[in-house]
């Protein structure tokens, strides 16, 4: 494909930035930043951290919500050759902890409104400096589209931390020359793959912008197209669509810190925007919302979404188009963070209801039949193995994990599928235990891990169970130590676990009994609770 051995994508902001330096790249509530603007931000980010002494191939966790911060400092981590590594603004001590560990970061980038989390970790982590946005930092006197409570709060930049964008404008040096690969690893993505706790899915400047150019060819993408920008960037679905793609093509991003249907109605109607890569329960939100109607939503184009806990049908398609005047709604694709995403994209031009899009040019796929570990036909399904330019490096110090799901330079996906003789892929299941909760992976190996720092569990297992409106929520099923105690019922139980962990991967329901089945290495043995 071309572009794909050309340049890393900050090398491609920066170009943009030399013959277009006046273009808007970002709209945040209403304020401009233009490209000229984000490339020196982003130049000062790397000079900053290399002050630092932050050196290439060094991981810098970022700690934030949608924000211009957040992609002045992706931009800038990378121009520095070290890299990005993201972790979930929804994290609790023990989810930030377990990353930072693993990890060995020794600078965060965080929103001030997360430093009491931070804060928690520094005693069980290698972190030295800490650099602290203020979402409110960035927003105009007069915002075009309503602001979320949560950014309208008071500054808390306590004395022991730096103020990253007070830091910036008081330097006047370029980002440091470091000679960079495609083959460098940009990205260090946490996912739990197939089985496990989350572990680091390294990727490369070549694999971003392999995927980039690809979903750019592919999706219907035009130089010209306003993107709005929703869903979260720290997810690699939302970087993708959400950086890359408006970088790569000069484009312009409305941004918003998290989804409000409002705000949403307020910010197409004010800023035009002609593409959106949403989710199926965003569109239906806003076709809900009172007063809709008095919102003009004639400039969106392209609309792809994915299925969560809603499907977008051609049903929903057909709403969307009467709704908005004509733009166009499908189902968006399929891709995980070990391939960074969109291994199948739907051709606008072609949509084929009930896939999840045709395969990446590029992109092989296999269906591997789980019994005979022999490739199947188009008629068959099996397990679904990719190979393109876009497979990761393997996972962060994890070489026995990476063994087990990078097999012969293919990435086993966990998913079963099929693959029709048009390159059309239809997901079927997962073979791997991931929960879906209203889009969000959710391991249970990983909630269970928390579980099991409750003094009054001695045992727990996750697992997931279907519901209308999140796709599936989490069970967990638990075994009480023995004590003298009050029994713990379930409601202290979550409680507990909406402070100590994000809040979808809280249990919904919760169950308690004598035991757990169990294998004879004492493993839970999960597939007999469901």
Same mark, same amino acid.
């Given at each position: 494909?071309?572009h794909?051995?050309?340049?890393? &994508?900050?090398?491609?902001?920066?170009?943009?930035a030399?013959?277009?330096?006046?273009?808007t790249?970002?709209?945040w509530?209403?304020?401009?930043?233009?490209?000229?603007?984000?490339?020196?931000?982003?130049?000062?980010? *790397?000079?900053?951290?290399?002050t630092? @002494?932050?050196c290439?191939?060094?991981?810098?966790?970022?700690f934030?919500?949608? !924000?211009p911060q957040?992609?002045?400092?992706?931009?800038?981590?990378?121009?520095? @050759?070290?890299?990005a590594?993201?972790?979930?603004?929804?994290f609790?001590?023990?989810?930030?902890?377990?990353?930072?560990?693993?990890?060995? *970061?020794?600078?965060?980038?965080?929103?001030?409104?997360?430093?009491p989390?931070?804060?928690?970790? +520094?005693?069980d982590?290698?972190?030295?400096?800490?650099?602290?946005v203020h979402?409110?930092?960035?927003?105009p006197?007069?915002?075009s589209?309503?602001?979320p409570?949560?950014i309208?709060v008071p500054?808390?930049?306590?004395?022991? =931390? &730096?103020?990253?964008?007070?830091? &910036?404008?008081r330097? #006047?040096t370029?980002?440091p020359?470091?000679?960079?690969s495609? /083959?460098?690893?940009?990205?260090?993505?946490? =996912?739990?793959?197939?089985?496990?706790?989350?572990k680091?899915?390294?990727?490369?400047?070549a694999?971003?912008?392999?995927?980039?150019?690809g979903?750019?060819?592919?999706?219907?993408?035009?130089p010209?197209?306003?993107?709005?920008?929703?869903?979260? +960037?720290?997810?690699?679905?939302?970087?993708?669509?959400?950086? $890359?793609?408006p970088?790569? &093509?000069?484009?312009?991003?409305?941004?918003?810190?998290?989804?409000?249907? %409002?705000?949403?109605?307020?910010?197409?109607? !004010?800023?035009?925007?002609?593409?959106?890569?949403?989710?199926?329960?965003?569109?239906?939100? +806003?076709m809900?919302?009172?007063?809709?109607?008095?919102?003009?939503?004639s400039?969106?184009?392209? !609309?792809?979404?994915?299925?969560?806990?809603?499907?977008?049908?051609?049903e929903?398609?057909a709403?969307?188009? *009467?709704?908005?005047?004509?733009?166009?709604?499908?189902e *968006?694709g399929? @891709?995980l963070t070990e391939?960074?995403t969109?291994?199948?994209?739907m051709?606008?031009?072609?949509?084929r209801?009930g896939t $999840?899009?045709?395969?990446?040019?590029?992109?092989e796929?296999r269906?591997?039949?789980?019994?005979?570990?022999?490739?199947? /036909?188009?008629?068959?399904?099996?397990?679904?193995?990719?190979? #393109?330019?876009?497979?990761?490096r393997?996972?962060?110090?994890?070489?026995?994990?990476t063994?087990?799901?990078?097999?012969?330079?293919?990435?086993?996906?966990?998913?079963?599928? =099929?693959?029709?003789?048009?390159?059309? +892929?239809?997901?079927?299941?997962r073979?791997?235990?991931m929960?879906?909760?209203?889009?969000?992976s959710v391991?249970?190996?990983? %909630?269970?891990?928390i579980?099991?720092?409750?003094?009054?569990?001695a045992?727990?297992?996750v697992?997931?169970?279907?519901d209308?409106?999140? @796709?599936?929520?989490?069970?967990?099923?638990?075994v009480?130590?023995?004590?003298?105690?009050?029994?713990?019922?379930?409601?202290?139980?979550v409680?507990w676990?909406?402070?100590?962990m994000?809040?979808?991967?809280v249990?919904?329901?919760?169950?308690?009994?004598?035991?757990?089945?169990?294998?004879?290495s004492?493993?839970?043995?999960?597939?007999?609770?469901?």
């Open positions: 494909m071309k794909l051995d050309d340049k890393p &994508l900050h090398e491609i902001l920066r170009l943009h030399k013959q277009n330096p006046d273009k790249a970002i709209i509530y209403g304020a401009a930043i233009t490209y000229g603007e984000l490339d020196s931000l982003s130049d000062k980010c *790397a000079a900053w951290l290399s630092l @002494g932050v290439k191939g060094e991981p810098v966790a970022l934030m919500q949608n !924000c957040y992609v002045i400092a992706h931009f800038g981590i990378q121009k520095l @050759g070290a890299i590594s993201p972790c979930s603004p929804l609790k001590q023990h989810e930030l902890n377990y990353q930072l560990q693993d990890q060995g *970061a020794r600078v965060i980038l965080a929103a001030d409104a997360l430093y989390i931070v804060k928690q970790s +520094l005693d982590t290698l972190i030295e400096h800490i650099g602290l979402y409110a930092d960035c927003l006197s007069t915002p589209y309503s602001v409570e949560e309208l500054r808390t930049i306590p004395n022991d =931390t &730096l103020d990253l964008m007070a830091e &910036l404008n330097l #006047s370029k980002a020359l470091v000679a960079t495609m /083959d460098d690893v940009a990205l260090l993505v946490y =996912t739990s793959g197939t089985t496990g706790r989350p680091g899915a390294m990727l490369t400047y694999n971003a912008l392999f995927k980039t150019a979903g750019v060819e592919t999706g219907g993408i035009k010209h197209d306003i993107h709005l920008v929703i869903p979260p +960037l720290y997810h690699i679905s939302g970087m993708l669509c959400g950086i $890359n793609i970088i790569y &093509l000069g484009a312009t991003a409305v941004l918003h810190y998290r989804f409000s249907p %409002v705000a949403t109605l307020e910010s197409i109607t !004010c800023h035009k925007p002609t593409y959106w890569k949403g989710i199926a329960p965003m569109l239906q939100a +806003l809900d919302c009172p007063d809709a109607g008095q919102y003009d939503l400039s969106l184009r392209l !609309c792809p979404a994915t299925s969560f806990g809603i499907r977008t049908t051609p929903l398609a709403r969307w188009a *009467a709704f908005t005047g004509g733009a166009q709604a499908y *968006a399929y @891709g391939t960074h969109f291994d199948s994209v051709p606008p031009e072609a949509v209801w $999840n899009g045709r395969l990446l040019p590029g992109a796929c269906i591997i039949n789980a019994v005979t570990n022999k490739e199947v /036909d188009c008629a068959g399904s099996g397990e679904v193995f990719l190979k #393109s330019p876009g497979n990761f393997g996972y962060w110090k994890q070489p026995e994990k063994a087990e799901t990078l097999l012969d330079s293919w990435v086993r996906t966990g998913d079963i599928g =099929t693959v029709d003789a048009d390159g059309y +892929l239809t997901l079927l299941g073979s791997k235990e929960i879906k909760v209203s889009g969000y391991f249970p190996e990983d %909630v269970e891990a579980l099991l720092r409750h003094p009054d569990l045992q727990a297992a697992i997931g169970v279907s209308p409106s999140k @796709g599936e929520v989490v069970k967990a099923i638990l009480a130590r023995t004590n003298n105690g009050p029994a713990l019922t379930s409601d202290e139980l409680r676990c909406k402070e100590n994000s809040a979808y991967k249990p919904r329901i919760v169950e308690f009994r004598d035991n757990l089945p169990m294998t004879a004492g493993k839970v043995q999960r597939h007999l609770l469901q």
